[in-house]
T-cell receptor, first 112, second 123 residues
Framework: GEDVEQSLFLSVREGDSSVINCTYT??????LYWYKQEPGAGLQLLTY?????DMKQDQRLTVLLNKKDKHLSLRIADTQTGDSAIYFC????????????FGDGTTLTVKP | DTEVTQTPKHLVMGMTNKKSLKCEQH?????MYWYKQKAKKPPELMFV???????INESVPSRFSPECPNSSLLNLHLHALQPEDSALYLC??????????????????????FGPGTRLTVT
């Protein structure tokens, strides 16, 4: 079945870049997502990438997809204290409404 | 409007109570979801509705009963819950995929938009 893995913790200094990594096992994954969850809040979709893309950039966020290695990364440039949150990687197979498989989340701590 | 709203924000209920969680979206999404999330864990899918019909039930106990009265609303009826059911309950919505909506030229992204959740405590 599908499996999505992330490292659990990342700590960076304010102003540095953060890179959060994710690996997935299902080669038929076609949609890959990054969500942010602040304490006590719901999940906020940050960005997503289709499997036919290698890279997507959106302001401070850069998503890189290596399909061969089934590796997804999220780079946050100029990380701010407001970026401190849990970041979930998720994948889904095809566009039909159904299951997205989530990773366990990476807790990003940004130190001033 | 890209907002999913959920009420109530917090709910405390006893094991013999009956209560309902509500979710609403006005983005024209025809897929809606209920998730359960424990602290520091990813969301676990409970139910999926597609075009107001239940399409996925992830073997959820019958003390949780979903309802989709129309394309904008999703309810979760709770009865005889257990303390271990205490969690954050998240609602989400999305386009349902390569169905009538998408083929008609609708959006071709299927990301889920989440509500802020209802923090449920069962005593």
């Amino acid at each position: 079945g599908e499996d999505v893995e992330q490292s659990l913790f990342l700590s960076v200094r304010e102003g540095d870049s953060s890179v959060i990594n994710c690996t997935y096992t299902d080669s038929s994954s076609t949609y890959l997502y990054w969500y942010k969850q602040e304490p006590g809040a719901g999940l906020q979709l940050l960005t997503y990438i289709f499997s036919n893309m290698d890279m997507k950039q959106d302001q401070r966020l850069t998503v890189l997809l290596n399909k061969k290695d089934k590796h997804l990364s999220l780079r946050i440039a100029d990380t701010q204290t407001g970026d401190s949150a849990i970041y979930f990687c998720a994948e889904s197979i095809g566009p039909r409404a159904g299951k997205s498989t989530f990773g366990d989340g990476t807790t990003l701590t940004v130190k001033p | 409007d890209t907002e999913v709203t959920q009420t109530p924000k917090h709910l405390v209920m006893g094991m013999t109570n009956k209560k309902s969680l509500k979710c609403e979206q006005h983005m024209g999404h025809r897929a809606m979801y209920w998730y359960k999330q424990k602290a520091k864990k990813p969301p676990e899918l409970m139910f999926v509705y597609s075009y107001e019909k239940l399409s996925i039930n992830e073997s959820v106990p019958s003390r949780f009963s979903p309802e989709c009265p129309n394309s904008s609303l999703l309810n979760l009826h709770l009865h005889a819950l257990q303390p271990e059911d205490s969690a954050l309950y998240l609602c989400a919505s999305s386009h349902p995929g390569l169905d009538r909506v998408s083929l008609a030229g609708g959006a071709n992204s299927y990301e889920q938009y989440f509500g802020p959740g209802t923090r449920l405590t069962v005593t």
